[in-house]
């Protein structure tokens, strides 16, 4: 049966229970005016949906009544035994009514011209309507006298149940399924009478139990509850659960006690009873669907579109408070698919779709979360648009945009103030957008994705988890006090230590910790420092000296900004109730609330993005915490990690972190002097030191931070004046330099900054690295040689730019075949191209062949690079047409290569 | 009538001073529960406890007072009260007893005491041997704005 009219069922059963018993209380007290504006007002509510149901029989007899009830009400007309009747019997029939409305979903066929004819003789006075025989109960009776009676008649019309049920002994089964069934809250605080009085409500749904006394009588499988009532029972259950820990705990110790196979039964029904509540707060999605039919019809009308809503796994339940909090992202979200998504419908059939465009609602589990998807079947986003719109409300720079994907362009929607609706319509576009749906979903702990396809539609998906009330979390110890993590942001647990015995070593960038984990550099914030606990964490390391030892990294991931919490411990996982923490701590945003361990003590609930956005000051030091975002989608491919430092001068500038391998701070006073150059004792190697210009000032004492490079058994070191941030940004050099050390200048973080030439500083350093004769480039007197460097990954065109740069190429790239190809077609011509083997699109193989068939490149040598250097590719490579083939990460001989096919080519010319 | 004036109070020990609360705002009284401390809370916030499942905040009344510490605090005792539907555990020296006074004796707080006692002090009774100060608790917990000023 249809949720809406089974809802509709069950309160309005309720409903009329009410308004019977309260016309017997009238009929005893007339001058009762609560009685009357509340029985007028429930029949109205009957009325009212019955018109919204399509319920016509249903409404006129309703709507009879309520003209009777208006008469009384307005005193028009006198409460009388006849009038009462009448009323009563127009409930009846009601009741009649829709008991076939249960068993065959429709109303019955009849007529009941009869009965209204005569509500109306009695509320319009046609017959001899109002008899004043009945003469009003007398004024003397007191207040305290009357509500007796009103309880008693109410009690008598509640028609008493054969078995007195009362609250305390509804089974949990009936508790649950009532659940299931139940409404929303919105529902419950419609009808405030019913769920004031628990007692009143359960008694009232009792009733028409009686009535029909059939079975599956829909009305009576659900009953209300308040829920602040069901939240006391949580908390009840909980101090069980708590106090049957106590009892396992005890009798843990001892073997073979008589205690034992009660307490396991205890144990048992405690958790079922535990697990059973929990149900209690689950409801299904649908709910918060119910109201989308009517949205998309409206819509579909106001914007002359067609359209088909899909809905899919409707029954998948999830947290009521969950529910309500994605309720209104989720209607936001279908009108936008409505208004912005499905095209009208002759744009739609000129495109080849059908002409009712579809959107889709999807609902399921996965894990511990629940998945919902909305997907049009639209036009999709315009990446264009949404790029202009993106430039015009200066989001970003033209340049930025010319690097990102179409999926990082399409994610801009999501922004704060971004609507791609280029009129406001009523239905959207006044620029609360995605973003406010974003934010929503990401208050519950969700995300929210979205993938594209212009011109085929799009799809959003949701996840969020499936309860707030019940997380399972990461209990840590800091400085002796215990606290817990929502595990739905831990992303991963990580050993570590201060000293570089083990694999995962801490490091610091200026007193910032830092950690190597796998390809990333992962900021670190110690979880004493965030919350000032560091006091207590110096005497405990005082004392055991094991402070540095060893320390646990739990990462942390929130949005797409991932972290590691340093903390002293990691216990075991736990699930907990959430319980919000005291209104006077409110402002603690670190805290998203605290709750009672098993044990019974007090643990505070560590709040993710309250660390982050602590940490983001701790850790980046000048307020840019949103933008240190590691990235994980993009994984790199666009942007590269940054190492922005200071050296000489205020200006940043910024080196990618892959050609960095360490960071260290030396002691001024360990450096020495070899040959004119500064070194110092490294590793048990002598490194030299350089410095980008001579403005750096060494410190007179103490510790200078340094950078170091190194390759292959070769290190040296850049002085620097101070290590900044590690910042994810996409490298454009906007204006080369022709001043030595440096590549030119990007944005890095808005900011102007200078791109150190790694290559020059080795130079300097080595200056015999590229000094050979063997590999100096060829006709070196003036004129550059131009290279063409392909290759589809961005760190290892970073990487070789600089150094075939430094070795006096100029140097063009390009991100595969294609593109390479596309070079020559606007006529570029180079001396030489490198070439990677493994690339997208078109390979190194396929690229060569194509360099060999055409003209224009025909006697341009290819240089193969590949990280693949067996003699089967080397001899495929030259088939091919490939002049020389070099191991990719083989620098000396690349250049030395380079350097002899240049010569090669150049003779034969 | 005169019973329509008493009042009768929960007396209450901090640093030797007499204080009174209104019995009827006292749910509990404790002694020596385990307490978690809140880092990042005000300094009168001590931490919170499990009381029966439910999660009290504890304050710190000596601090709220501008008083010192107690020396050892395993000798405390704790009051609990509620406002606005949440319980607090008012951490105090000792519990005394039951005593019923007459509104009317109760004279106003006198204007030369310390700021935050008069913050707190709904006015002082004048016992035979000692002064009693009536606490308000509503006062008493609303210390964010004062201990802005104090940091």
Same mark, same amino acid.
């Given at each position: 049966?249809?949720?809406?009219?089974?809802?509709?069922?069950?309160?309005?059963?309720?409903?009329?229970?009410?308004?019977?018993?309260?016309?017997?209380?009238?009929?005893?007290?007339?001058?009762?005016?609560?009685?009357?504006?509340?029985?007028?007002?429930?029949?109205?509510?009957?009325?009212?949906?019955?018109?919204?149901?399509?319920?016509?029989?249903?409404?006129?007899?309703?709507?009879?009544?309520?003209?009777?009830?208006?008469?009384?009400?307005?005193?028009?007309?006198?409460?009388?035994?006849?009038?009462?009747?009448?009323?009563?019997?127009?409930?009846?029939?009601?009741?009649?009514?829709?008991?076939?409305?249960?068993?065959?979903?429709?109303?019955?066929?009849?007529?009941?011209?009869?009965?209204?004819?005569?509500?109306?003789?009695?509320?319009?006075?046609?017959?001899?309507?109002?008899?004043?025989?009945?003469?009003?109960?007398?004024?003397?009776?007191?207040?305290?006298?009357?509500?007796?009676?009103?309880?008693?008649?109410?009690?008598?019309?509640?028609?008493?149940?054969?078995?007195?049920?009362?609250?305390?002994?509804?089974?949990?089964?009936?508790?649950?399924?009532?659940?299931?069934?139940?409404?929303?809250?919105?529902?419950?605080?419609?009808?405030?009478?019913?769920?004031?009085?628990?007692?009143?409500?359960?008694?009232?749904?009792?009733?028409?139990?009686?009535?029909?006394?059939?079975?599956?009588?829909?009305?009576?499988?659900?009953?209300?509850?308040?829920?602040?009532?069901?939240?006391?029972?949580?908390?009840?259950?909980?101090?069980?659960?708590?106090?049957?820990?106590?009892?396992?705990?005890?009798?843990?110790?001892?073997?073979?006690?008589?205690?034992?196979?009660?307490?396991?039964?205890?144990?048992?029904?405690?958790?079922?009873?535990?697990?059973?509540?929990?149900?209690?707060?689950?409801?299904?999605?649908?709910?918060?669907?119910?109201?989308?039919?009517?949205?998309?019809?409206?819509?579909?009308?106001?914007?002359?579109?067609?359209?088909?809503?899909?809905?899919?796994?409707?029954?998948?339940?999830?947290?009521?408070?969950?529910?309500?909090?994605?309720?209104?992202?989720?209607?936001?979200?279908?009108?936008?698919?409505?208004?912005?998504?499905?095209?009208?419908?002759?744009?739609?059939?000129?495109?080849?779709?059908?002409?009712?465009?579809?959107?889709?609602?999807?609902?399921?589990?996965?894990?511990?979360?629940?998945?919902?998807?909305?997907?049009?079947?639209?036009?999709?986003?315009?990446?264009?648009?949404?790029?202009?719109?993106?430039?015009?409300?200066?989001?970003?720079?033209?340049?930025?945009?010319?690097?990102?994907?179409?999926?990082?362009?399409?994610?801009?929607?999501?922004?704060?103030?971004?609507?791609?609706?280029?009129?406001?319509?009523?239905?959207?576009?006044?620029?609360?957008?995605?973003?406010?749906?974003?934010?929503?979903?990401?208050?519950?702990?969700?995300?929210?994705?979205?993938?594209?396809?212009?011109?085929?539609?799009?799809?959003?998906?949701?996840?969020?988890?499936?309860?707030?009330?019940?997380?399972?979390?990461?209990?840590?110890?800091?400085?002796?006090?215990?606290?817990?993590?929502?595990?739905?942001?831990?992303?991963?647990?990580?050993?570590?230590?201060?000293?570089?015995?083990?694999?995962?070593?801490?490091?610091?960038?200026?007193?910032?910790?830092?950690?190597?984990?796998?390809?990333?550099?992962?900021?670190?914030?110690?979880?004493?420092?965030?919350?000032?606990?560091?006091?207590?964490?110096?005497?405990?390391?005082?004392?055991?000296?094991?402070?540095?030892?060893?320390?646990?990294?739990?990462?942390?991931?929130?949005?797409?900004?991932?972290?590691?919490?340093?903390?002293?411990?990691?216990?075991?996982?736990?699930?907990?109730?959430?319980?919000?923490?005291?209104?006077?701590?409110?402002?603690?945003?670190?805290?998203?609330?605290?709750?009672?361990?098993?044990?019974?003590?007090?643990?505070?609930?560590?709040?993710?993005?309250?660390?982050?956005?602590?940490?983001?000051?701790?850790?980046?030091?000048?307020?840019?915490?949103?933008?240190?975002?590691?990235?994980? +989608? %993009?994984? =790199?491919?666009?942007?590269?990690? $940054? /190492? #922005?430092?200071?050296?000489?001068?205020?200006?940043?500038?910024? !080196? &990618?972190?892959?050609?960095?391998?360490?960071?260290?701070?030396?002691?001024?006073?360990?450096?020495?002097?070899?040959?004119?150059?500064?070194?110092?004792?490294?590793?048990?190697?002598?490194?030299?030191?350089?410095?980008?210009?001579?403005?750096?000032?060494?410190?007179?004492?103490?510790?200078?931070?340094?950078?170091?490079?190194?390759?292959?058994?070769?290190?040296?070191?850049?002085?620097?004046?101070?290590?900044?941030?590690?910042?994810?940004?996409?490298?454009?050099?906007?204006?080369?330099?022709?001043?030595?050390?440096?590549?030119?200048?990007?944005?890095?973080?808005?900011?102007?900054?200078?791109?150190?030439?790694?290559?020059?500083?080795?130079?300097?350093?080595?200056?015999?690295?590229?000094?050979?004769?063997?590999?100096?480039?060829? +006709? %070196?007197? =003036?004129?550059?040689?131009?290279? $063409? /460097? #392909?290759?589809?990954?961005?760190?290892?065109?970073?990487?070789? !730019? &600089?150094?075939?740069?430094?070795?006096?190429?100029?140097?063009?790239?390009?991100?595969?075949?294609?593109?390479?190809?596309?070079?020559?077609?606007?006529?570029?011509?180079?001396?030489?191209?490198?070439?990677?083997?493994?690339?997208?699109?078109?390979?190194?193989?396929?690229?060569?062949?194509?360099?060999?068939?055409?003209?224009?490149?025909?006697?341009?040598?290819?240089?193969?690079?590949?990280?693949?250097?067996?003699?089967?590719?080397?001899?495929?490579?030259?088939?091919?047409?490939?002049?020389?083939?070099?191991?990719?990460?083989?620098?000396?001989?690349?250049?030395?290569?380079?350097?002899?096919?240049?010569?090669?080519?150049?003779?034969?010319? | 009538?005169?019973?329509?004036?008493?009042?009768?109070?929960?007396?209450?020990?901090?640093?030797?001073?007499?204080?009174?609360?209104?019995?009827?705002?006292?749910?509990?009284?404790?002694?020596?529960?385990?307490?978690?401390?809140?880092?990042?809370?005000?300094?009168?916030?001590?931490?919170?406890?499990?009381?029966?499942?439910?999660?009290?905040?504890?304050?710190?009344?000596?601090?709220?007072?501008?008083?010192?510490?107690?020396?050892?605090?395993?000798?405390?005792?704790?009051?609990?009260?509620?406002?606005?539907?949440?319980?607090?555990?008012?951490?105090?020296?000792?519990?005394?007893?039951?005593?019923?006074?007459?509104?009317?004796?109760?004279?106003?707080?006198?204007?030369?005491?310390?700021?935050?006692?008069?913050?707190?002090?709904?006015?002082?009774?004048?016992?035979?041997?000692?002064?009693?100060?009536?606490?308000?608790?509503?006062?008493?917990?609303?210390?964010?704005?004062?201990?802005?000023?104090?940091?």
């Amino acid at each position: 049966m249809d949720d809406l009219l089974s809802e509709f069922l069950t309160e309005t059963n309720e409903n009329i229970g009410i308004v019977d018993a309260s016309l017997v209380v009238l009929e005893q007290d007339p001058s009762d005016e609560s009685q009357i504006d509340n029985i007028f007002r429930l029949v109205h509510t009957i009325k009212g949906t019955c018109g919204f149901l399509g319920l016509p029989r249903l409404e006129a007899v309703a709507h009879a009544g309520e003209n009777v009830l208006g008469k009384i009400r307005d005193k028009e007309l006198t409460v009388t035994a006849d009038v009462v009747t009448i009323i009563l019997e127009a409930m009846d029939v009601i009741k009649d009514i829709l008991a076939t409305i249960e068993e065959t979903e429709g109303e019955p066929a009849g007529n009941d011209a009869d009965l209204i004819a005569r509500l109306n003789d009695v509320a319009f006075g046609t017959a001899d309507a109002a008899p004043s025989k009945v003469e009003p109960i007398s004024e003397n009776i007191d207040a305290g006298s009357a509500t007796e009676d009103e309880l008693e008649a109410a009690f008598l019309a509640a028609e008493g149940p054969d078995e007195e049920v009362r609250p305390g002994e509804v089974s949990l089964e009936e508790l649950e399924a009532a659940f299931l069934a139940a409404e929303g809250p919105d529902d419950v605080s419609a009808a405030p009478v019913v769920t004031n009085e628990e007692a009143t409500a359960v008694e009232e749904t009792k009733s028409p139990t009686e009535r029909t006394a059939k079975e599956s009588s829909i009305s009576n499988q659900s009953i209300r509850v308040n829920v602040q009532m069901l939240e006391n029972l949580m908390t009840m259950v909980s101090e069980l659960v708590l106090t049957r820990n106590q009892l396992l705990q005890m009798v843990r110790g001892m073997d073979d006690n008589e205690f034992t196979v009660p307490l396991q039964r205890l144990s048992h029904v405690t958790t079922e009873l535990q697990e059973g509540l929990m149900k209690t707060r689950m409801q299904p999605i649908g709910n918060a669907w119910s109201k989308l039919p009517r949205i998309v019809r409206d819509l579909s009308h106001e914007l002359g579109k067609k359209i088909d809503l899909v809905m899919h796994g409707a029954e998948t339940e999830l947290d009521r408070q969950v529910l309500e909090m994605i309720k209104d992202p989720l209607t936001h979200m279908v009108r936008n698919s409505a208004d912005h998504g499905l095209e009208i419908p002759t744009d739609r059939t000129a495109t080849g779709k059908l002409e009712t465009g579809k959107i889709v609602l999807d609902a399921y589990h996965e894990g511990g979360h629940i998945i919902i998807k909305i997907t049009d079947d639209g036009r999709g986003l315009n990446s264009e648009k949404i790029k202009k719109k993106v430039l015009e409300s200066g989001l970003a720079s033209e340049a930025e945009l010319e690097g990102m994907s179409t999926q990082q362009i399409q994610n801009f929607i999501m922004r704060p103030g971004f609507s791609t609706a280029e009129k406001i319509t009523n239905v959207s576009g006044r620029g609360v957008g995605m973003d406010v749906v974003r934010s929503n979903i990401e208050k519950i702990g969700g995300t929210i994705a979205l993938t594209s396809e212009e011109g085929k539609g799009s799809t959003f998906t949701i996840k969020i988890p499936l309860t707030l009330a019940i997380v399972s979390a990461l209990i840590v110890e800091c400085c002796g006090e215990r606290f817990a993590v929502p595990q739905t942001s831990v992303v991963e647990l990580v050993r570590a230590s201060a000293d570089s015995s083990s694999d995962n070593t801490i490091e610091m960038i200026n007193d910032s910790p830092v950690l190597r984990l796998r390809d990333h550099l992962l900021p670190l914030v110690h979880l004493n420092d965030i919350l000032r606990l560091e006091t207590a964490a110096d005497e405990v390391a005082d004392q055991s000296e094991v402070k540095g030892a060893e320390e646990f990294i739990v990462v942390i991931q929130v949005g797409s900004f991932v972290f590691g919490i340093i903390v002293d411990r990691v216990f075991d996982t736990e699930e907990i109730v959430v319980k919000p923490i005291a209104p006077i701590l409110k402002n603690l945003s670190i805290f998203s609330g605290n709750t009672i361990l098993g044990d019974g003590s007090v643990i505070m609930i560590l709040d993710p993005n309250g660390i982050a956005a602590m940490s983001g000051d701790a850790v980046v030091g000048s307020g840019h915490t949103e933008k240190v975002e590691t990235n994980q +989608g %993009a994984k =790199g491919d666009e942007k590269i990690a $940054l /190492l #922005v430092f200071r050296a000489g001068g205020q200006d940043p500038k910024a !080196v &990618p972190l892959s050609l960095v391998a360490r960071l260290e701070e030396i002691e001024v006073a360990a450096i020495e002097k070899a040959n004119g150059k500064m070194v110092v004792q490294y590793r048990g190697q002598l490194m030299p030191l350089t410095m980008i210009d001579d403005d750096v000032k060494i410190v007179e004492s103490g510790r200078q931070p340094v950078l170091v490079f190194s390759d292959q058994d070769r290190t040296m070191g850049l002085i620097v004046d101070e290590i900044v941030d590690i910042v994810e940004d996409h490298l454009n050099i906007e204006m080369t330099s022709d001043k030595d050390g440096y590549i030119g200048s990007a944005v890095v973080r808005d900011k102007a900054t200078d791109i150190v030439d790694v290559g020059f500083c080795l130079q300097k350093c080595f200056g015999k690295w590229f000094g050979d004769t063997d590999t100096r480039p060829f +006709g %070196a007197d =003036g004129q550059k040689q131009k290279i $063409l /460097l #392909v290759d589809d990954s961005p760190f290892f065109r970073n990487m070789l !730019v &600089p150094l075939l740069k430094t070795a006096g190429y100029e140097v063009s790239t390009a991100e595969n075949g294609v593109d390479a190809l596309k070079m020559r077609d606007h006529g570029k011509s180079f001396d030489i191209i490198i070439s990677d083997i493994e690339m997208p699109e078109m390979d190194g193989f396929q690229f060569a062949e194509e360099v060999m068939g055409d003209e224009r490149w025909k006697d341009t040598p290819i240089v193969a690079l590949s990280s693949h250097t067996t003699q089967r590719d080397f001899d495929r490579g030259r088939d091919v047409g490939f002049s020389d083939y070099v191991a990719k990460f083989d620098r000396d001989s690349l250049m030395s290569v380079l350097s002899q096919t240049l010569r090669i080519s150049g003779s034969a010319k | 009538m005169s019973d329509n004036n008493l009042q009768e109070y929960v007396t209450i020990l901090i640093a030797d001073q007499l204080f009174g609360i209104p019995v009827l705002e006292v749910h509990d009284v404790l002694r020596g529960l385990s307490l978690t401390k809140i880092p990042l809370a005000p300094a009168e916030v001590a931490g919170a406890l499990n009381l029966r499942g439910r999660i009290v905040t504890a304050i710190n009344v000596r601090k709220r007072l501008g008083l010192p510490e107690l020396e050892s605090e395993e000798k405390g005792m704790s009051i609990v009260v509620e406002h606005h539907g949440e319980p607090y555990s008012l951490m105090i020296d000792n519990v005394g007893e039951v005593l019923g006074l007459n509104l009317d004796d109760l004279q106003p707080t006198p204007v030369t005491l310390n700021t935050c006692w008069k913050e707190v002090s709904g006015g002082v009774y004048r016992l035979e041997d000692k002064l009693l100060v009536v606490l308000q608790i509503e006062r008493l917990l609303d210390f964010a704005g004062s201990s802005n000023i104090a940091a």
